[in-house]
């Protein structure tokens, strides 16, 4: 089946650590993105990349950082400088040209203990 | 700036109680509008693009309109297995950014 894989669905964090939630699509999209979501506050996003070997940063990329060393791949690595880490984490996925509607994961929760 | 606007932010309606969720944008140009579905605990599923005003998209229950100003989603004699956050969603000329709402939180009650 075509879509979006995000693993693991549930992650744990100690304080100070740096863990990496991991984001693949198989539908050969060129960009790909990262929102964090929050109760009551929507969709906000951390980071972008529209080609391979580049990427944008959001509203909320502090604490973050990404990579994008394949079409299919978007990591995204929530740093110990994020002070504020528990949430929900969404990875979406469109075409670039055309009918470019946006699609999504099922999500990762990250909780910090 | 702009700007993605939903409301209500909850909605609560009887089994077969039609109704209609709005999204309001001001935006420096549209490129897109977007609905999605989504599920506690889950990611987003797409549901209708919208491209020009005047457009209009159907899928069962669901009916999604555009104008210049905003978007209706109205749902027509809902169920309860129709409950759940509906997400707007605009995609801007200008910077290809995308802007969500806030959400509409929809129960249906048997």
């Known amino acids: 089946d075509g879509g979006i894989t995000q693993s693991p669905k549930y992650l744990f964090r100690k304080e100070g650590q740096n863990v990496t939630l991991s984001c693949e699509q198989n539908l050969n999209h060129d960009a790909m993105y990262w929102y964090r979501q929050d109760p009551g506050q929507g969709l906000r996003l951390i980071y972008y990349s529209q080609i391979v070997n580049d990427f944008q940063k959001g509203d909320i990329a502090e604490g973050y950082s990404v990579s994008r060393e394949k079409k299919e791949s978007f990591p995204l690595t929530v740093t110990s400088a994020q002070k504020n880490p528990t949430a929900f984490y969404l990875c979406?996925?469109?075409?670039?040209?055309?009918?470019?509607?946006?699609?999504f994961g099922e999500g990762s929760w990250l909780t910090v203990v | 700036e702009d700007q993605v606007t939903q409301s209500p932010e909850a909605l609560r309606l009887q089994e077969g109680e039609s109704s209609s969720l709005n999204c309001s944008y001001t935006v420096s140009g549209l490129r897109g509008l977007f609905w999605y579905r989504q599920d506690p605990g889950k990611g987003p599923e797409f549901l209708f693009t919208l491209y020009s005003a005047g457009e209009e998209k159907e899928k069962e229950r669901l009916k999604a309109t555009l104008t210049k100003k905003e978007s209706f989603l109205h749902i027509t004699a809902p169920k309860p297995e129709d409950s759940a956050t509906y997400l707007c969603?605009?995609?801007?000329?200008?910077?290809?950014?995308?802007?969500f709402g806030k959400g509409t939180r929809l129960h249906i009650l048997p």
């Open positions: 979406a996925s469109s075409s670039v040209t055309g009918r470019n509607t946006i699609y």
């Open positions: 969603a605009v995609r801007v000329n200008r910077d290809d950014k995308i802007i």
